[in-house]
C-alpha cells in the first residue's frame, strides 16, 4: 500500500495550506523559519530548500516545517495541522 497524505492540510496558527514535497525529499538542514515564511506563496523557491532523500517527504506550512521518513499521522507530530475539508 502506498502512504498517501490529506491534501487539504492546513495550519491553524498561521492560516496557510501545508505545501507537500512527496518526491523522496526533506528539508535542508539550512532551512530556517525566515525561509519557509519568506517562500510559503512560491512552491519553486521554497522546493529550492529541499534536498534528495529516498523514502521521505517534506512538509511545511508559513510557521512551521517537518521531514517525514516514515508512515506518520502527520497530525500527532504537528498539533496545528488539520484536514482542510474535503
Do not use: I
Amino acid at each position: 500500500m502506498k502512504p498517501a497524505s490529506c491534501s487539504k492540510l492546513r495550519c491553524t496558527k498561521c492560516d496557510k495550506r501545508v505545501v507537500r514535497f512527496s518526491d523522496d525529499v526533506r528539508w535542508k538542514a539550512s532551512v530556517d523559519y525566515l525561509f519557509v515564511r519568506n517562500h510559503n506563496t512560491n512552491v519553486s523557491a521554497l522546493r529550492e530548500g529541499t534536498q534528495g532523500e529516498a523514502g521521505s517527504s517534506a512538509y511545511a506550512c508559513q510557521c512551521h516545517w517537518l521531514s517525514v521518513s516514515a508512515q506518520t499521522r502527520v497530525e500527532s507530530l504537528v498539533h496545528h495541522w488539520h484536514c482542510g475539508g474535503h
